[in-house]
């Protein structure tokens, strides 16, 4: 059965093309040009993937987003018009898997969907099973280790939630707040440079693990992601 794409666009040209190029990719599409009965929709007959623009008669993209992440983990792109980098971290802090801007080209659209869908259905796929693999990287989540390139690895509590959150999602950037939210599960106050800390030790030992692989990058003025 073909993954089905939820489409909120107001403005119909743009939304018919996202719908015809990603119709021609193969997958099944729905358009909606208005925000208000997204969540109760995406709630009720839940997409495999949420494209959504950021700026919506009716509800906003960024409410829409914060909402349905309070209830589920489907993959949301955001597609917008704005490019401030404010914006852009707006929308990632609250849990876009990809970011979008107006123009784009369709072809370049349809190939991104296609990897984030890969990465969350290969994700799920291994959660289920306790047991997280990213590229010659393995997490148990069960029994709390780590092998990359077959070495088991000796991480820190912190350094292993942190690469739990990022292997869970590879390819999408996590806010520097997001990484520090999932590694303080007591919600301390720690500052950014505390993540970074933990994000450098954490990439070295990552690094010399997989004979000088980088897997862990940073994203100016967002944060930090695994690809």
């Known amino acids: 059965m073909a993954e089905r794409i939820l489409i909120v666009e107001d403005e119909e040209k743009i939304a018919f093309v996202l719908r015809d190029y990603l119709r021609a990719a ?3 599409t729905d358009v909606l040009h208005e925000g208000t009965n997204v969540v109760r929709l995406v709630r009720d007959t839940p997409p495999d993937l949420l494209m959504l623009d950021l700026m919506l008669p009716g509800m906003d993209g960024i409410t829409i987003c914060k909402e349905v992440r ?3 983990d489907l993959p949301i792109v955001m597609v917008t018009a704005k490019v401030d980098e404010i914006d852009r971290l707006i929308g990632l802090e609250l ?3 990809d970011y979008i801007c107006k123009p784009f080209n369709g072809r370049e659209v349809a190939v991104r969907v296609r990897n984030i869908l890969r990465r969350a259905n290969s994700a799920h ?3 289920n099973d306790f ?3 990213y590229r010659g990287v393995t997490l148990d ?3 709390l280790t780590c092998t990359a390139n077959g070495k088991l690895m000796e991480l820190t509590p912190v350094e292993f939630r942190l690469l739990k959150t990022m292997m869970r999602k590879p390819g999408r950037p996590f806010s520097r707040d997001a990484l520090m939210r999932a590694s303080y599960p007591d919600n301390r106050i720690v500052s950014n440079r505390t993540v970074d800390s933990h994000i450098k030790n954490l990439r070295k030992k990552l690094t010399d693990a997989m004979d000088g692989e980088t897997l862990i990058h940073a ?3 967002v944060g930090y992601k695994m690809e």
Do not use: P
């Open 26 to 28: 193969g997958y099944e």
């Open 70 to 72: 309070q209830f589920s």
């Open 95 to 97: 849990g876009a898997d």
């Open 125 to 127: 796929s291994s959660e």
């Open 131 to 133: 047991e997280l693999k």
């Open 141 to 143: 989540t069960e029994m």
């Open 219 to 221: 994203i100016y003025s």
